[in-house]
């Protein structure tokens, strides 16, 4: 059974970093595309970043690229998102999910239609305040 974990989240101030974990059981990571999504209250989930399966190539949305990194350490099934540069904006809930078939550039550049639909396998989610 697959089971993803997500933990790091909390509370920073801005221009704070913070680096989240998805921990993957169940799967072997290298064969799996992992993305990190995000919503706010009221809006639409966005995908921010991904890590596609086998290449690792990253991909990571505008409003994110140049502060966040994702990463991958297969030895520990453990994919993260190291965020620095932190502003009030970038507060929300963070999930992690995971795909043998996930399209990174779906995550990124797709409708909300397909974010939803574009992963088997999602995390619970850990929250991220960035305020002062």
């Known amino acids: 059974q697959v089971q993803l974990v997500e933990s790091g989240g909390g509370l920073v101030q801005p221009g704070g970093s913070l680096r989240l974990s998805c921990s993957a059981s169940?799967?072997?990571?290298?064969?799996?595309?992992i993305a990190w999504f995000r919503q706010a209250p009221g809006k639409e989930l966005e995908g921010i970043s991904c890590s596609a399966s086998r290449n690792f190539n990253a991909f990571y949305a505008d409003s994110v690229k140049g502060r966040f990194t994702i990463s991958r350490d297969s030895a520990e099934s453990t994919v993260y998102l190291q965020m620095d540069g932190l502003k009030p904006e970038d507060t929300a809930i963070y999930y992690c999910a995971a795909d043998q078939y996930l399209l990174c550039p779906t995550v990124i550049y797709g409708s909300h239609f397909e974010r939803i639909r574009v992963a088997a396998y999602w995390g619970h989610g850990t929250q991220v305040t960035v305020s002062s």
């Open positions: 169940g799967v072997t990571l290298d064969n799996y595309a």
